[in-house]
């Protein structure tokens, strides 16, 4: 059974940035065009940062994500697919340097990379998972409907490359969603206690992709934090069932009303988007009024 009244056993929640990129609008806002004509056309960008959540459990270290590699900027051949390193160049343009590493950045909040315990990956894309090898000792979970998708055909043109995932030593680790009679989280098709307490609890919030997860963030005390990845971009665009230019807007939408339900039901709840520049200062915020961090 899940626990739903958690004590104080998260003592922090931190952001990272493992470097910045850029985005079409049409990418982060949609569009009424077809991607494929944006995708090709487009000229204007939007920088946006790739954040990684640091959370501090009484009972050891979680990352939701790991960021970027810092050679997707430094390897012409990061991706082996000629039709991927193509549209990399279209969708995404990146400004990562050597202090950019997960290991930098964790060590400047204090933290070492070798004491991550475990890494909750929202989804598989390339900018979600590049930093898996500096922490191999991590346990990293992964939706079981998301890692499915190493098995169709051409997951690269999707960004999930395998090269990058199927990694020596990495100790993967697939999630199946399990129903729960906490009443907060019914509407959702399903959630995984991370922690076996009911602080950090995975949801299924498939669209981005076909696994995609979210991870709500309890303590007694504190306001509730919902990390949503690339569920929306900015939570605003979500409220308001603002689909971005990727993804199955179909299942995104259905996502889109679960969140808004527990938004609901827990008004003060904080949703954090993975490539949102606004997250840091939302946190400081919850900082100064006792709430977080």
């Not at 940035?17 to 609008?25: I, L, M």
């Not at 920088?47 to 959540?53: H, Y």
């Not at 990061?78 to 950045?105: M, N």
């Given at each position: 059974?899940?626990?739903t009244t958690?004590d104080?056993r998260?003592?922090?929640?931190?952001v990272?940035?493992?470097?910045t990129g850029?985005?079409h609008?049409?990418?982060r806002y949609?569009?009424?065009m077809?991607?494929?004509?944006w995708?090709?056309?487009?000229k204007?960008w939007i920088?946006?940062p790739t954040n990684?959540?640091?959370?501090?459990?009484r009972?050891g270290?979680?990352?939701f994500?790991?960021?970027?590699?810092?050679?997707v900027?430094?390897?012409?051949?990061?991706?082996?697919?000629?039709?991927?390193r193509?549209?990399?160049?279209k969708?995404?343009?990146?400004?990562i340097?050597?202090?950019?590493?997960?290991?930098t950045?964790?060590?400047?909040?204090?933290?070492d990379a070798?004491?991550v315990d475990?890494?909750?990956?929202?989804?598989?894309?390339?900018?979600?998972?590049?930093?898996?090898?500096?922490v191999?000792?991590?346990?990293?979970?992964?939706?079981?409907?998301?890692?499915s998708q190493l098995s169709?055909?051409?997951p690269?043109?999707?960004f999930?490359?395998?090269?990058?995932?199927?990694i020596?030593?990495?100790?993967?680790?697939q999630?199946?969603?399990?129903?729960?009679?906490?009443?907060l989280?019914?509407g959702?098709?399903g959630?995984?206690?991370v922690?076996?307490d009911g602080s950090?609890v995975?949801?299924?919030?498939?669209?981005?992709?076909?696994?995609s997860?979210s991870?709500?963030?309890?303590?007694s005390?504190?306001?509730?934090?919902?990390?949503v990845?690339?569920?929306t971009y900015e939570a605003?665009l979500l409220?308001?069932n603002?689909v971005?230019?990727?993804?199955?807007?179909?299942?995104l939408l259905?996502?889109?009303?679960?969140?808004?339900?527990l938004?609901?039901?827990l008004p003060?709840?904080v949703?954090?988007p993975?490539?949102?520049?606004a997250?840091?200062?939302?946190?400081?915020?919850?900082?100064?009024?006792?709430?977080?961090?």
């Amino acid at each position: 059974m899940l626990q739903t009244t958690p004590d104080d056993r998260i003592k922090s929640v931190h952001v990272l940035t493992t470097g910045t990129g850029a985005q079409h609008p049409e990418h982060r806002y949609g569009s009424k065009m077809p991607s494929l004509w944006w995708v090709l056309t487009s000229k204007k960008w939007i920088k946006v940062p790739t954040n990684v959540f640091v959370i501090e459990h009484r009972d050891g270290l979680v990352l939701f994500d790991t960021g970027i590699d810092l050679a997707v900027s430094t390897d012409p051949n990061y991706i082996d697919s000629a039709i991927g390193r193509f549209f990399l160049r279209k969708l995404f343009k990146f400004h990562i340097g050597p202090e950019d590493t997960l290991t930098t950045q964790l060590k400047k909040l204090g933290y070492d990379a070798k004491d991550v315990d475990k890494v909750v990956v929202s989804h598989l894309h390339f900018d979600h998972v590049g930093c898996i090898m500096e922490v191999p000792q991590a346990e990293l979970l992964v939706s079981k409907d998301e890692w499915s998708q190493l098995s169709e055909p051409h997951p690269e043109r999707d960004f999930i490359l395998k090269e990058h995932i199927e990694i020596p030593n990495a100790k993967w680790h697939q999630i199946e969603w399990a129903k729960t009679d906490d009443p907060l989280l019914t509407g959702f098709d399903g959630c995984f206690d991370v922690m076996g307490d009911g602080s950090l609890v995975a949801l299924s919030t498939p669209g981005h992709t076909k696994g995609s997860l979210s991870l709500l963030i309890r303590s007694s005390g504190k306001a509730p934090i919902l990390l949503v990845g690339d569920l929306t971009y900015e939570a605003d665009l979500l409220m308001n069932n603002q689909v971005p230019g990727t993804g199955d807007k179909e299942k995104l939408l259905s996502s889109f009303a679960k969140v808004q339900d527990l938004k609901e039901k827990l008004p003060e709840l904080v949703i954090l988007p993975s490539h949102d520049p606004a997250v840091p200062e939302a946190l400081k915020a919850l900082d100064k009024e006792g709430s977080t961090t």
